[in-house]
Nanobody, 123 residues
Framework: QVQLVESGGGSVQAGGSLRLSCAASGITYSPYYMGWFRQAPGKEREVVASINSRGSTTYADFVAGRCTIAKDNAKNALYLQRNVLKPGDTAMYYC???WGAGLTTNPRLYKDWGKGTQVTVSS
């Protein structure tokens, strides 16, 4: 059974930074891609960044250089470094995994999801 557990969320002031972590276990499919998504109240879930098994990455336009996704295969961990946070970045952030060799930003193509970690940015 796949488990994805996010951590690292919290409350920060605008301009601050956070590093989100996702501990993954039980992933038996290969290759696979992983991603970070966010969902604010009343809004649809949207991709922040994703990474595939070869280390290729893609980012949402709204992060515009304020974000880095990385993974540590030895630790089965996924990370998201968020810098220069804005109040509009306030959302629940989710880690997700899906089977395949490609790179996708479509949440419907991700099979497994964590329960999320809340990020709140105040002005």
């Amino acid at each position: 059974q796949v488990q994805l557990v996010e951590s690292g969320g919290g409350s920060v002031q605008a301009g601050g930074s956070l590093r989100l972590s996702c501990a993954a276990s039980g992933i038996t499919y290969s290759p696979y891609y992983m991603g970070w998504f966010r969902q604010a109240p009343g809004k649809e879930r949207e991709v922040v960044a994703s990474i595939n098994s070869r280390g290729s990455t893609t980012y949402a336009d709204f992060v515009a250089g304020r974000c880095t996704i990385a993974k540590d295969n030895a630790k089965n961990a996924l990370y998201l470094q968020r810098n220069v946070l804005k109040p509009g970045d306030t959302a629940m952030y989710y880690c997700a995994a899906g089977w395949g060799a490609g790179l996708t930003t479509n949440p419907r193509l991700y099979k497994d999801w964590g329960k999320g970690t809340q990020v709140t940015v105040s002005s």
